[in-house]
């Protein structure tokens, strides 16, 4: 059995837990995409689960084969590729009967073409995790500037270039649960992070009066 990621572990027991019942739930022998997967944590324990096939999408190759260098499975392949252009994400992922999204969305410029991506696909499963920097942000109406880093920090991952700005919008839970359901999921299970709000970092909050921001965290196990 592969060691259990340190990305994971950084997570809290709850969300942990709401992994283990997802991942538990998902049948084997399917075939899995792992939508911006970072180092790949979450598409190996399906493949630890007999996965059939994982396909791993992301910007950036570098940090997946650092953390893979001694993975003991062949039955995967890494796609480099821009996961916010819907057509060429699509075509990754229209066969899979699986879908994983963790840690992208909420850095996502365009959020909603990749869940129409999604849910134009053929997926049964769907695990979905996101964020959101501001809990005053409200849904999709007001896209906000926001300085993305590259560092060891488990919220801000990101893949834009170092010390760049882009403009975002940051989907809620209510947002993405109306979404997912208005285009035939189920919600089998959900994680709202509603009690441990994360101060954003000092060096990302921004002037003084954004130091005072707080994150929520949520996530899907959907089905159809």
């Not at 919220?155 to 834009?160: D, E, K, L, M």
């Amino acid at each position: 059995m592969l060691t259990e990621a340190r990305h994971l572990d950084s997570y809290s027991g709850d969300f942990r837990r709401f992994i283990t019942r997802s991942f538990d739930s998902i049948p084997s022998n399917l075939l899995v995409a792992d939508l911006a997967c970072g180092n790949g944590w979450a598409g190996k324990r399906l493949i630890e689960r007999n996965a059939q096939f994982v396909d791993f999408l992301d910007i950036r190759q570098e940090w997946f084969n650092n953390a893979n260098a001694n993975l003991e499975f062949s039955n995967y392949k890494f796609h480099q590729c821009n996961i916010e252009d819907e057509v060429i994400l699509l075509e990754k992922i229209i066969n899979a009967d699986v879908i994983l999204y963790f840690g992208h969305l909420y850095h996502s410029i365009d959020p909603t073409s990749i869940l129409k991506a999604i849910c134009k696909s053929n997926a049964r499963y769907i695990v979905l995790e996101s964020k959101i920097s501001d809990v005053n942000t409200p849904d999709l109406d007001k896209p906000k500037i926001l300085t993305h880093y590259e560092d060891t920090t488990p919220y801000y991952n990101a893949w834009s270039e170092s010390g760049s700005t882009i403009e975002v919008s940051q989907p809620t839970f209510a947002f993405t649960k109306k979404f997912l359901e208005d285009t035939g999921w189920t919600i089998v299970d959900s994680y709202f992070n509603a009690s441990e709000y994360i101060p954003l970092p000092n060096r990302i909050a921004g002037p003084a009066e954004d130091k005072n921001k707080q994150m929520q965290q949520f996530a899907f196990y959907a089905v159809r």
